[in-house]
Structure formats: structure tokens, C-alpha cells
């Protein structure tokens, strides 16, 4: 298996001077766009990894499907999308026009910045430390790494330039979408983003949702069978921005993309897998990574279509 990963990495290589690294968020565009890397971590417990796995990067919209899990553990699933709602959209992932155009005022899914931010403000917990706290423990339990931390700069820097946020933010509190301080929502959401990981947690979360909301090394059940197969759903629909359709026609499995150039799949019953590359499309995937994913779903067979 590692062999075909390095095979596999090797010919996605000349793909990362294709895309540029985020820049609108000035602590991640310092990333070195030539670091490439591969995690599988399957149902059976093995572990195979080639390229820059271990390399560093902010997790960013993946924490999107585990902030989901958490506002649905903790309110139900009928109070979460009474807030955000369920149906994929074409428009950028950070984009405002639909909010102020359909009616109810409300975020078309919660993969997308909008509905991830309504997530955030669902999350139990007397004071956004103590929200942020939970989550960032679910995902310590998830990855099996204790480790897990914000990367602070990147976090004071998503704060300081975060302003396309903070318009959806106080547009969803005048609307009343979510409710409470909306600095203290924004600064939960902000540090979610910045969680620091590398190809083996985000491989570890995709093989948790594979396993419908089992750690595979404890036998712990963390999430609902129900939970873990909704989060899935979200991700064929809307886990790769406005190319979720395309990506399902060509690798075929839920994943989930981050802006620091990971992208995280679970192909349930089977295997998490995580790879990494920080050059991004004009939608914001990984290049390289769908690259990955695609030689990856075609050589091991992985889609379910």
C-alpha cells in the first residue's frame, strides 16, 4: 500500500505548482506549497502514510463535520436544522447573497461558512471557552491524540481579518439565526479553524465517520449511527464547496476540504483518509489532494456510486 502511495504521490507532484495557497487569512500564506502527504487508515486497523504526512496545518472547514456532530449531540437534530438548513449550494463557500435572498433567513447547509458559524453558537457551555473546550476535547478523543492545540497564530490572524465573517455573523443575529454575544460565537468558530493536525488526525476522523461514530482502537461509541451517516451525506453534498458534484462524479466518496489544504474522506465500512496539500483551486480545495483522492478512488475502488 505505501508503495502505491508514493507511486501515487509522485505523479499528483506537478500538480501543487498549479494552485496558490491561501492568502486572505495572512498566517496561512506562508505555507510551502510543495509539501504533499497521505494518510489511509483502515477498518482494519493499519495505518500506511507516504510524502509530507506529518507536516503541520491548520484543520479549518474539516472541523466543520465534528462541530456539526457536537450541536446535534448536544440539541437534536430538529433544533440544529431548524436553524441551518440541508441543501447544497453553488455559490462560494464564504458568500452572503443567499442569506439575504431566500426566505427563511437561514444558511442553505452548515458546510459552508454561514451554516458553520450558526453550528458554532448551538454548542452547550456556560462561556465560549468552555464550548470551544468541549469540541476541542471530541476531537483529542476522536484522533487519539491528546496534543491537539490551536495554532495561535493563525488564530489571532483569522480573528483580525475575519470581517466576511463577522458580516454573516451579525446578518444571521439581526435575522435571528443565532442567538447570544456574536464575538464570543466568532471567536469559538475562529478557533476550530485553527486547530493544528497533520495527515494521521484527519485520516483518524474520516475512519471514526466510517465506522458510523465508533473509535476504531477503543470500541468507544462517540456519535450515533444516525449522526455519523447525516455528517457523511453533508459531505457528498457540500464537503467540497461548489465542486461537491464534480467530486463525486470523479473520486465518489464523503470528504470534507479545509482551506489549509487538507481534505479528509470517509469511505464508510472501510478506511478514513487525509491528505495535504496547501495549493487551492479558486474554490478552495487542495489541488494535489483531489488529485490524490482521484488516483486513490480509482485504484483501490473506493466510490460507492
Do not use: W
Amino acid at each position: 500500500m505505501e508503495n502505491l502511495l508514493n507511486k501515487i504521490i509522485e505523479k499528483n507532484r506537478h500538480l501543487t505548482g498549479k494552485g496558490k495557497v491561501a492568502s486572505y487569512i495572512p498566517a496561512l500564506e506562508r505555507a510551502n506549497p510543495d509539501h504533499i502527504g497521505v494518510c489511509i487508515a483502515d477498518i482494519q486497523g493499519n495505518i500506511f502514510m507516504a510524502g509530507d504526512y506529518k507536516q503541520k496545518f491548520t484543520i479549518q472547514s474539516i472541523s466543520k463535520t465534528i462541530s456539526l456532530m457536537l450541536a446535534i449531540m448536544d440539541n437534536g437534530a430538529e433544533e440544529v436544522f431548524g436553524k441551518v438548513g440541508m441543501e447544497p449550494t453553488g455559490d462560494a463557500f464564504n458568500s452572503i447573497i443567499r442569506l439575504e435572498t431566500i426566505s427563511p433567513s437561514k444558511p442553505l447547509n452548515p458546510m459552508i461558512n454561514a451554516g458553520a458559524i450558526a453550528v458554532a453558537s448551538l454548542i452547550k457551555g456556560d462561556s465560549s471557552e468552555e464550548k470551544f473546550n468541549r469540541l476541542l476535547a471530541l476531537f483529542r478523543r476522536i484522533c487519539r491524540n491528546e496534543s491537539l492545540h490551536i495554532n495561535e497564530e493563525v488564530y489571532l490572524s483569522e480573528k483580525a481579518t475575519g470581517n466576511r465573517n463577522r458580516a454573516l455573523a451579525y446578518f444571521m443575529k439581526d435575522v435571528g439565526v443565532i442567538h447570544g454575544d456574536v464575538e464570543s460565537i466568532l471567536d469559538i468558530y475562529f478557533k476550530q479553524c485553527s486547530i493544528e493536525v497533520d495527515c494521521v488526525d484527519i485520516a483518524k476522523i474520516g475512519l471514526f465517520l466510517a465506522n458510523n461514530g465508533v473509535v476504531l482502537e477503543t470500541g468507544e461509541r462517540i456519535a450515533e449511527e444516525n449522526i455519523a451517516k447525516t455528517i457523511k451525506t453533508f459531505m457528498v453534498t457540500c464537503g467540497m464547496y461548489n465542486a461537491s458534484g464534480e467530486f463525486a462524479i470523479n473520486v465518489g466518496v464523503p470528504a470534507k476540504s479545509g482551506v489549509g489544504g487538507g481534505i479528509m474522506a470517509a469511505v464508510p465500512l472501510r478506511m478514513g483518509i487525509g491528505v495535504f496539500n496547501p495549493a487551492l483551486d479558486e474554490k478552495g480545495n487542495s489541488i494535489a489532494g483531489y488529485g490524490l483522492l482521484k488516483d486513490l478512488s480509482k485504484e483501490l475502488n473506493l466510490s460507492f456510486f
